[in-house]
């Protein structure tokens, strides 16, 4: 009995090993990392062949492989942040099949934390991850920028600040982020409205592709951000971690730190403070500076947590504050200022390098607060209930403050919005004959948000639930899923006019469906997936009426707008190593009824600063196509060529044209060396050099759009890596170069494209720096 | 043990339920109109220089501001040929129901009003300048002179150029662009 507690205690992940005999020196070696409690892949494992300094990761099957590899006796390493370091001795002389290899599970609140968020289960619909060393890589970037490292995932741009996510071409309100298991609620309507969150929190991104909404709730119809923090330490002691980042483009410095703690007195209660400081100047392009392009990040959470067996709780603290420049010659008065911008070479409003962040600007600050516990049954399944409350105050600061001195003192903002949300969810999980599991949910919402200062949208009530149910089955190398959801959604809107006020009410109610399969083969897998969704229309859909500053146009919304409706089909192929190929390629149709979009009317609005191109949110029946791949070949052991690309045709169904606004087609080729070094100290270098193209996007009608779009261009990027492993001390350093040729170019999906170029080289440089007290792990014993 | 969860359960069920109720509190109704000072209407008012009693006036309403209502006034300005007038400018915001010319008058450092004509027989000369060094022209007081028979249309462009006013349209942003029918009768 002893004995088996202590094994259950080790035991974190698996390795399962198989191996093929060829001829001398050519063995190759292959694996799987899994983690011991939920057989799950462990992606992004590190693999190291002890004494060699020959290593790899794991990708996001949990799969590896080491190629060319001579008879003998090897030990494998195998690190993952999860879960200590364990070692594996592998005879290659002989056949072995199946081996274990243990791994110290530190982290069983990071188990509860995922199951909330997607089921510990095999899902038909592929979650893609960024890998290790892509977030390590693009550390101190925006939340939008860093999801640029998983293919297919664009991001809609103001300038280098302010990125959002695009999914298969849907962004904004078709996409919902799961920040550390809630739904990010903020101004999210905006198209430069970007996610209040700070990714310092994440240590895993994940992105779900195509319609989520039975496990997600309405609008996920084009997919979900997850983001999820580590795990709280689980072990008496403390830990720390600092990460240092820096970039010559905008001189932006960033500085976060996390404290980790499990104090052995208070029986295992866990603790977590983490904080981030980010500065940024002015942007620079090949050529000028962008002026007033600068911002600053003030971030902070907390999390503690009380885990036993049978049950747990854990409470979440979060404060996201950012203060964001916009570029002033994007601040339109009218249409001529527009023409006059157009056809300067450089912005008309220029500057040098500066800190300072002037008017227009936003100040957001965005404050979460999280309660989550569960209860486990026996054999009787587990009971997981989360409350959450956020509170967003965005607050848009116009180019010009008011005329009058007195007034102009207070520095207002001229439009400010406040939204409070809370959700409840309640979720029950149960296994039955080890073959079914059944998950049951039941999310409710309330939301209000009210505003201040000039008119762009009215103040609403927002209140909403949903009961959901997803069936799992599997046997063997199969499995299949089946869920359905319903949600029913109460949009009040408080509108005044002409002193009266009118309350409006909407009452949106719908289902979402799932169905889906999936076979693992020996080397590859197969999975297809079905699913429905549905949006009801945002309050700026309905009720948008005024000047974009952004876009010199006038946006109308329409109070009879239905909600969209969506059934996306995605076959997804993964590759687990085939001829020394490994990879992915998904294929999607996503059918998108009664699809809200911005369509061009005449007249155009008369207002004193000139008139104004008038754009009207309309429905159109819509159909996205494309095809993600992501191929990886094996030169030899340590030279590797690696393939991205993506193509995405939209169209407009109903007048057989194309679609605006979607991202450009691309594919990037890449080179990786990951030579073996002699040193010691130094391990896990990589070198990885990419050349990304872009295509031109697709021309549209003359009156949707002031200018064409810009031509395709191609940035190279260069980004290295190493680890640094002293006897105190470990230290990942890495340094990354974007846009190394200095190319002047403008991106489609930048709003800023009409007035000036994006950025030009990126220099970026961070560290990170785990910490353990030696002090505290000695107690433990 | 099966008693506790028991009451955990009913602990969380209780909780739900008081964090519902909370939520009837949260905010709904439209908070005070806090509008920013924006220019809604402009009114020009035209003297004959020869017969002071002879006052036309013509102007652009748009009380609501940018979107919503359509402006409910944009006259045509209809001046008598071979006339000098003398004319000013007025701004209003029609949302606060007050009068914007004080303000651009004390910023007039700041600001710069252009007159551009097309089709029409028309002289307009800025008379009124303000304390830069050397003096730049205002726009809020002009001299009309009109001469044959004519229609056609009078831009008018309200410049604000903080700190940037070199007496050209270039720099800045616009606060007013009009473009009204003008008609010179006998």
Redesign the interface.
Known sequence: MHKMLLIAFLLCAKLILAQQNTSECTYTLAGKVIDEHNKEALPFATIVIKGTQIATLSDSLGVFSFHNLCAGKFVLVSSHLDCENVELEVNLSKNTEVTKLQEHHAKELHQLIIAAQRSQLQQSQQISMLGHREMEASKGKPLGEMLKGIVVVNSLQTGSSISKPVIHGLHSNRIIIMNNGVRQEGQQWGSEHGPEIDPFVANKIAVIKGAAGVRYGPDAIGGVILIEPNALRDSAGYDAIVNLAGASNGKQGTASGIINGNIKQLNGLNFRLQGTLKQAGNSNTPNYYLKNTGFNEKNFSAGMAYNKT??GSEVFYSKFNSKLGILSAA????I??LE?AFNSKTP?DSAGFSYEIQRPYQLIVHDLIKWK?Y?K?NKAGK?T?T?SRQQDDRSEY???G???DS?AALN?P?LKF?I?T?I?E?IYEIQVARKFTTQVGYT?M?Q?N??????FI??F?NKGWGAFVIEHYKYNNFFAEAGFRYDERKL?V???KNGF?KQPLYDYHSYSGLLGAGYHFKNHDLKFNIGTGWRPPSVNELYA???HHGAAA?E?GDENLLPESNINTSLWWGINSINKISGEVEIYQNVINNFIYLIPVQPA??????A?PTFKYKQVNAILRGIDLQLKYSLSKTLHTNIKGSYLFALNSDTRLRLTQMPQNSIEPAILWEPVLKSKKWNNFYLKISYLMVAKAVTVAADEDYLAPPPAYQLLNVDAGIILNTKNQKMNLGINVNNALNTSYRSYLNRYRYFADDMGTNISIHLKIPINFKTNNNEKK | ?KK??II??LG?TI??WQ??K??AD??????P??????????KFTFIDSANAANVITAS?I?AD????N??TT?DTIKLKSNTTYLCRVALFNGILNEE?TP??EA?ANDHLFIYKTSGVNLNIAITDADSNNPPLPIGLNARWRTASISNGTVQI?LK?Q?GIKDGTE??G??????SFQTKINN
């Open positions: 049978f049950f601040h339109i008065g009218n001529t200022d006059r008309l516990s209860l049954f009971l209930y409350l116009d180019k010009h008011p005329r009058n007034l207002k001229e406040t409070h809370l409840h309640l409710s309330h209000a009210s505003y201040e200062g000039r008119f009215p103040n009530n009040r408080f509108l005044e006020i009426n005024g000047v006038v109308i609005t008369q207002t004193i600063r000139g104004f | 043990m506790n969860k955990l359960l969380i909780l739900t964090a519902c909370k939520d949260l905010p709904k109704l439209p908070s109109i806090n509008e920013p000072e924006v220019i809604t209407s402009l652009f748009d501001g940018d979107g919503g359509q402006p944009f914007i303000e651009i910023e462009i604000h903080p270039a720099p942003d616009t606060d007013v662009d009009l």
